[in-house]
């Protein structure tokens, strides 16, 4: 199955930094969708944005939808222990092949 | 309180044996989905229901079966057919009948073939 291109695999930083991920893909996604996964937990939603362009916080996080449809970043600003995880976009294909695509994932891990 | 359980959280079978995955929901959503999780890797989807008493396969379903009998419940058979069962099992609803709708997901099973 089609997996998006999900980068850095993985992220080590200080407490109190800002992070930046993203998502590209060779398609046009109708929606793009951020979740955090803790270690054996099902992901939890962070973000959903549904119109090219569109631009939303939850708190320290924020997550865009680029305008070409084909990439989405997410952003979290002053990092602190708890955002450890694993956080994966995931991109919804419009027409007839209407499913969830995810990336691979990107590891979080904050030093104290 | 409104959300996804499965269980059991972990699940130990022998090789050759089938085992089902329960799943349910008290959230009223039409469609479910069943996902599968290895190390290092995003999820794939094996298969998934819009409505009572339909699904489609996704795109790893070969040694899964599933039914759909209850808008709540979509339980998910690994039959002895699936070479390689080992893997952490993600379960998901979302509120409407089409996949463009926002999935929320289970806690997950994990389960391991001795």
């Known amino acids: 199955g089609q997996q998006l291109n999900q980068s850095p695999q993985s992220m080590f930083i200080q407490e109190g930094e800002d992070v930046s991920m993203n998502c590209t893909s060779s398609s046009i996604f109708n929606t793009w969708l951020w979740y955090k996964q803790d270690p054996g937990e099902g992901p939890v939603l962070l973000i959903a944005l549904y119109k090219a362009g569109e631009l939303t916080s939850n708190g320290r996080l924020t997550a865009q939808f680029g305008i070409t449809r084909k990439d989405s970043f997410l952003n979290i600003s002053a990092s602190i222990p708890s955002d450890v995880g694993i956080y994966f976009c995931a991109g919804q294909l419009g027409g007839a092949t209407n499913k969830l695509i995810f990336g691979t994932g990107t590891l979080l891990a904050v030093q104290p | 309180d409104g959300g996804i359980t499965q269980s059991p959280k972990y699940l130990f079978r022998k090789e050759g044996q089938n085992v089902t995955l329960s799943c349910e929901q008290n959230l009223n959503h039409d469609a479910m989905y069943w996902y599968r999780q290895d190390p290092g890797q995003g999820l794939r989807l094996i298969y998934y229901s819009q409505i009572v008493n339909d699904f489609q396969k996704g795109d790893i379903a070969e040694g899964y079966s599933v039914s759909r009998e209850k808008k709540e419940s979509f339980p998910l058979t690994v039959t002895s057919a699936q070479k390689n069962p080992t893997a952490f099992y993600l379960c998901?609803?979302?509120?409407?009948?089409?996949?463009?709708?926002?999935?929320?997901f289970g806690p997950g099973t994990r389960l391991l073939v001795l």
């Open positions: 998901a609803s979302s509120p409407r009948g089409r996949m463009q709708e926002t999935q929320y």
